[in-house]
């Protein structure tokens, strides 16, 4: 199940337009996690990167939050590395950003 609605027709011409406050709600809602360990570091991302987020940063975040909860904790523990169709600039910049936001 996608956390985000589609996005209008000026958010998908423009994939780097904020999401506005319900979009971002839903998808802070969406990210919740099985593991404390995945949750501690979505909740210091949004903490972080909340207010400026993308549709574009959105839908990768979207992405990993499709994993199931060990795979997830791998890739944000950097015991390995996105692969197959994770393997995208944007999920990149996601991931490292989960990885890096301070706590």
Known sequence: MDPLP???ISEALDPDAPLDEADRGRLRWRC???LLENDLFV???FRA???PLTWR???ALARLMELPDNDLLDLLLARREP???LVDPDVRRVLDALRSAPV
């Open 32 to 34: 919740r996690r099985g």
């Open 49 to 51: 990167h909340e207010a």
């Open 57 to 59: 940063e959105a839908r």
């Open 6 to 8: 589609r996005p209008t």
């Open 83 to 85: 692969e197959g169709e």
């Open 43 to 45: 909740e210091r991302y």
